[in-house]
């Protein structure tokens, strides 16, 4: 089972910008970011092929959020700028084979404890 830790998240103005950083024990295939808002399904939002480095965004998010990666640290990453208050959620860093894919998060087996965002209008 892989660890994964998420830290980075925090209170910003709509437009701001903020990094999600998740620090796993190992990678796995996939690697992504997920979030979950208050009474909402959790969606994805960015997933990395880490054989591949080839990436996948949500339509909501697409040239706004980045997803990255330090193999290096073990870390996973999520810059995300322009943010706006439909961006506000528990954002979650996720692990999964090569068969997971962002539309469906439980094709990802393990996962952190999620880190808040809030963007104030």
């Known amino acids: 089972q892989v660890q994964l830790v998420e830290s980075g998240g925090g209170s910003v103005q709509t437009g701001g910008s903020l990094r999600l950083s998740c620090i796993a024990s190992?990678?796995?295939?996939?690697m992504g970011w997920f979030r979950q808002a208050p009474g909402k399904e959790r969606e994805g939002v960015a997933v990395?092929?880490?054989?591949?480095?080839?990436?996948a965004y949500a339509d909501s998010v697409k040239g706004r959020f980045t997803i990255s990666r330090d193999t290096a640290h073990n870390a996973l990453y999520l810059l995300m700028n322009s943010l706006k208050p439909e961006d506000t959620a528990m954002y979650y860093c996720?692990?999964?084979?090569?068969?997971?894919?962002?539309?469906?998060?439980?094709?990802?087996?393990?996962w952190g404890q999620g880190t808040q965002v809030t963007v104030s209008s």
């Open positions: 996720a692990a999964g084979a090569s068969t997971a894919y962002m539309k469906n998060p439980n094709s990802f087996g393990d």
């Open positions: 190992l990678y796995r295939q996939r």
């Open positions: 990395i092929a880490t054989d591949t480095d080839s990436t």
